[in-house]
């Protein structure tokens, strides 16, 4: 089968012919149908984050269950699922404390106990990214790294829900848990930062204002329930936000992943509120905050991962909402390719321009 490996970082992804394993008793072998682009695997590519290489990146599929592990009676074949980051094992102290997304043993979950590789490339293992790998054809993944969701979604934008829908709706509701009336700004209108828009929405947000570079992901905004939108390349967005409001908003949400634009949102933020970090900052990136402000006015900076979800829970709630036509989908997808077109895909998303590109493959 094929899959997109990265060799080397910095780097470009190659498709190779890979083998894939058989399930664990743990593990589920699925067929993947739509694959997002998410800003995660180019900082991989890019060197950023490291991960042990040769590796298949993505993480955000969609996918059909082919067989399942002998232990498992959560999933049978012909299950329509979606894979998340946020893997977790069930038993260490935060998921018994219901924190999985904060899960202690989530790196090589239920691969270091594994008598051969999940993946090889003519013979030598191949590390899938985050324990999933989804740019490939098919994925060999542990039963707590995908969810179920119903038939009637379409594949290409179930696949989003696994990564940017639950990060940024979870971000805004189980996170930050925003309140009606409140006012909210959300810095950067990628895939993320949308769904902080839509997510604030759907908290009953009063004031929602959307800051971005581009004027095309600042339009995407106002379509997804933006009350304003601020142009950051047209001046100081921290002052523009502070006139708008009056002294500041009641939520912050930094969705770029860069040190400026976090403590622009520390910045935001009016006395005695918290900014959220919700973008992944290069490794070893560090933040500067004014402690004066801080004490002295009370401020938070808390950073939020995967939207602080119990992904199990909240991916079949988020598709719910979308089938009842509550929470945006088709807006996200700004162009469907092949996987044979991830590196151009990537090369876009260096430009900023769109929302989400997604790989879909043929069956
Ligand atoms: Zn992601
Ligand atoms: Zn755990």
Not at 45 to 60: F, N, V
Not at 107 to 135: C, E, H, V, W, Y
Request: charged share 20%; glycine share 12%.
């Amino acid at each position: 089968m094929k899959a997109a490996i990265l060799h080397q970082a910095p780097g470009d992804l190659a498709i190779e012919d890979v083998d894939l394993d058989s399930p664990g008793p743990e593990e589920v072998l699925i067929r993947v149908v739509a694959s997002g682009l998410c800003h995660s695997d180019l900082h991989v590519m890019e060197g950023k984050i490291p991960w042990p290489l040769p590796s298949t990146l993505g993480h955000e599929a969609a996918a059909v269950v082919e067989a399942v592990g002998s232990h498992i009676s959560e999933f049978k074949p012909g299950d329509h699922v979606v894979s998340c980051l946020s893997q977790f094992c069930g038993a260490c102290m935060e998921c018994s404390a219901s924190r999985t997304w904060l899960c202690q043993n989530r790196r090589g979950l239920g691969q270091s106990d594994r008598p051969r590789p999940r993946m090889t490339l003519r013979g030598k293992p191949i590390n899938p990214f985050a324990g999933l790998g989804a740019f490939a054809e098919r994925m060999l993944v542990h039963r707590n790294a995908i969810a179920t969701v119903p038939k009637e979604l379409p594949l290409d934008r179930a696949a989003l829900l696994g990564c940017a829908v639950v990060t940024g709706v979870g971000s805004v509701i189980n996170g930050a848990r925003v309140t009606p009336g409140s006012s909210v700004a959300v810095i950067g209108c990628g895939g993320i930062g949308l769904n902080l828009v839509q997510g604030a929405v759907l908290a009953g947000a009063e004031r929602i204002i959307a800051i971005d570079l581009q004027k095309k992901k600042l339009d995407l905004a106002r379509i997804f329930g933006a009350t304003d939108v601020i142009d950051a390349s047209s001046g100081d967005s921290v002052k523009a936000v502070q006139e708008m409001t009056k002294g500041g908003v009641d939520y912050a949400f930094e969705a770029i992943g860069l040190a400026k634009t976090a403590e622009q949102a520390f910045m935001m933020i009016r006395p005695g509120r918290t900014a959220y970090l919700v973008g992944v900052p290069p490794m070893g990136a560090s933040i500067q905050l004014p402690g004066t402000a801080m004490l002295m006015l009370g401020k938070g900076l808390q950073g939020l991962f995967m939207g602080s979800s119990r992904f199990k829970r909240d991916i079949p709630m988020l598709a719910s909402l979308y089938l009842r036509g509550k929470l945006k989908l088709d807006e996200l997808i700004a162009e469907r390719i092949t996987l044979a077109q991830v590196n151009e895909g990537y090369a876009k998303m260096r430009t900023g321009e769109q929302a989400r590109s997604v790989i879909l493959f043929q069956s």
